[in-house]
């Protein structure tokens, strides 16, 4: 059966590299139909805190990448003290100044096997003997992350090419211990535009503040499988999807590149996909934070009125919060305006005539709003032409967005009528 861990050290935040690594070796025990462990590697007493394993947990959840068990390093002290007691009775670990040594034969060379890179040969006498329990008592990563790995019988480790170069001394303990080892998979890094490392000013942050930038955890799955893996030309990817498609055989072997502008149109992708009445509950606190709708005027503006508005404006939105801040417009608040423009007279005149007639409208409604204005214009000896774009710009603070009668029918006719009196007074020549 198929096992693979998450093994993350809890001394900061997880970050896209790490996420990255959980989410392919999520992806390929759900698809296996294995098990996914996450085991919390926090030996570190020094560096490792509270505080960062649940940030941890807090993100794997956020993104969706539930676990079949949990485990935290630092409670199965007893079984790493009981391995190493068993390999010092060997003969395979001597004592010296109080810690406790892992011996390497001095000539020949140690020749590993990965995945994805193949064999890579290391010189035994580069390697030397190596320490696996100091003279306090801790042990040191390379010794329990293969003891745990042997007793939680994992079959695959997939994880950063960071680790290549701990993995000879790592097939020296397997060895020692007479257990075979898993297929091992080191994941190239991810570089950052300039073909650099990754950096937080590229996107090596939190991914919680993804979550905060108002990125969907569905896109950030995507933008994170797609930094390794691919089928085919396709980029949008459901995560129902990416579970029946993922297999370790199409995994990059070149560093991927993070390119924040795919984010945020895969977040936009997603968005458009989403349900409406899960979109609008995600939105809504985003909305009410930004200080200017309160939400007892969210809960009154009506959920088919807002559902109306939602659907008309998240194609033209890359992040929940740019949703947010377009939702505005659908209730009787000050909007903040991308665009403006000056009117005419002319223009003023009649963005006043259509605010009148609209007060006076019977039935609410696109196709309505648009005989409106098409009569009243006529009779005013106008055409839609000369006054959309203005009209436009008063109702909703921007030159582009849906079908002008579609977004003032959402909008509503009372605050339709203000804004087009109000703009034509401020902005009149």
Known sequence: ???????????????????????FN?????????????RIEDTDRERSTDEAIEQIVDSMRWLGLDWDEYYRQAERHDRHLEAAESLLRSGAVYERDGAWWFRVPEAGATVVHDELVG???????QLKDFVIRRSDGTFVYNFVVVV?????????VIRGDEHLNNLPKQMRIYQALGHPMPLFYH??????????????????TSVLEYRDRGILPEALVNFLVRLGWAHGDEEVFSREDLVRLFTLEALNKSAAVFEDAKLLWLNQQHMKRADL?????????????????PEGMWTEGGSDRLLAGLALLRDRARTLRDLAAAMEMLFPVPIEREDEATISPLQGRLMRVLADEIER??????????ELFRG?????????KDVALACRIAVTGRKAGPGLFEILSAVGPAVVAERLRAYAGAMSA
């Open 148 to 156: 745990d790995d042997v007793d939680m019988a994992i079959t695959h």
């Open 119 to 125: 064999d890579v040969r290391f010189d035994n006498d």
């Open 376 to 384: 009243t214009l006529a009779r005013e000896s106008a055409t839609l």
């Open 26 to 38: 999520w992806l390929f025990a759900r698809h296996a139909g294995g098990t996914f462990v996450l």
């Open 1 to 23: 059966m198929i096992r693979v861990r998450f093994a993350p050290s809890p001394t900061g935040y997880l970050h896209v590299g790490g996420a990255r690594t959980a989410l």
């Open 187 to 204: 994941l190239p890094m991810i570089l950052g535009p300039d073909r650099g490392k990754l950096s937080k000013r590229h996107g090596a």
């Open 277 to 293: 009445g899960a979109l609008l509950g995600l939105v809504e606190p985003l909305v009410v934070a930004r200080g200017r709708v």
């Open 361 to 370: 409208i019977e039935s609410w409604g696109a196709k309505g709003l648009e």
